[in-house]
């Protein structure tokens, strides 16, 4: 039998109908949440190829020691928040979202470190790339993500997605008390090593 191209689109949409349901039942179990990942990633990801070129030279304009943007979005519970709120801190903005397994990795590690510098100075400000306000608040609550937390729930085409190109998720910058970059997509012990020169 000849393949079709067709065949994956159709698979995945197949599979999501099948594990959608499951995954708000149990979403935490691990095929449903792969399943419902691959579909929803992909599809972010071919709107991110459509204008990746532009994405790119936005991400790269983005140096640093550059200021970096301001921006305003909502949280979960509809209050504005803006990014200059936090001056005076260090702040690790990260762009995520609950389709994409890396972040929820990512989420983990920051909840073990977030307790040490909370209370030195340091801040987290996540802006979700979700489209759906019950998947973003889902992915919270099973996280146990404690930082603020906005988006304006149109996924990879928001505006401010757009103005930091975020061509990949997590994207994330490091930014100093008074708003310039300081790094850009430290993880892990790099991004510790970092946190520990404000002790």
Known sequence: M??????????????????F?????????????????????TLEHQAIDGKKEELVSNYEEITVDS????FTLPDLDGDQISLS?????????????????TCRAENKLLKEIYP?????GFEILAVSLDRSKTNW????EKDGTTWPQVSDLKGVDSPVATKYGVYSTPTTFLIDSSGFVIAKDLRGKELEKQLSSLE
């Open 2 to 19: 000849k393949f079709k191209w067709w065949w994956v689109p159709a698979g995945l949409i197949v599979m999501y109908a099948v594990a």
């Open 85 to 101: 709120d936090f001056e005076g801190k260090t702040v690790l903005l990260t762009f995520w979202a609950s389709w994409c397994p």
């Open 67 to 70: 200021k970096a943007p301001d």
């Open 116 to 120: 040490d510098y909370k209370n030195k």
């Open 137 to 140: 608040e889902k992915a919270v």
């Open 21 to 41: 349901p499951f995954y708000f039942r149990s979403p935490e179990y691990p095929l449903f949440f792969t399943v419902y990942s691959v579909f929803n990633g």
